[in-house]
């Protein structure tokens, strides 16, 4: 049986020859269910602390579950995200290094084409210089030829001299010569000139 504080305070003793002082024992019932009183509302508050805390140990060991799934399916995400990263990092350095290849390979061809076209340069040059020079010496050749000595040719010279002088007004009458009309000897001459 569970006392109360009103149990304790409505208690009465039976009385005997020589009992208690009756005050005394109502002073110390009422000090004894003033106590427990106070002892069953701490008690009840504890009660309900205790549930609170409970309440709250239960809800952070939820939380803490909830906490602990969330990390450990983070924690998936996070390996997913890296092993994503390094395949995607695999991927670009891949295609980067084929990229770097085309690059490369094309410079090389670039250059074979630029020293093929520098030796094609050069033996154009060295055909050219070639030409240049036979021509050259082509118009030397000539140039002496023709500043040498010209054997004198009387025929020649005497058509010139004609040239130079002009044809004289009328017909031109040689020394010795019959008259104009007659075919004498200047007259042969001169055709011969002509």
Do not use: C, Y
């Amino acid at each position: 049986m569970h006392l109360t504080p009103l149990d304790i305070q409505n208690h009465h003793f039976a009385q005997r020859l020589r009992g208690l002082d009756a005050e005394e024992v109502r002073s110390f019932h009422r000090m004894v269910a003033e106590d427990f009183e106070t002892l069953i509302r701490d008690s009840e508050r504890l009660r309900e602390r205790i549930r609170e805390l409970e309440a709250r140990v239960e809800e952070m060991g939820s939380r803490e579950e909830l906490l602990r799934h969330t990390l450990v399916t983070a924690q998936e995400v996070s390996e997913d995200l890296r092993r994503t990263a390094a395949k995607e990092a695999e991927v670009i350095l891949a295609e980067a290094e084929v990229r770097a290849e085309k690059v490369l390979d094309a410079a090389h061809r670039r250059v074979a084409k630029l020293a093929e076209d520098i030796r094609e340069m050069r033996t154009l040059r060295t055909r050219l210089g070639a030409s240049v020079r036979s021509t050259i010496e082509t118009h030397l050749a000539l140039l002496e030829g023709l500043t040498g000595e010209l054997p004198e040719d009387p025929v020649l010279d005497g058509k010139v001299a004609f040239l130079a002088n002009g044809p004289a007004k009328g017909p031109r009458r040689v020394a010795g010569s019959a008259a104009p009309g007659s075919e004498g000897p200047a007259s042969a001459s001169e055709a011969g000139a002509g």
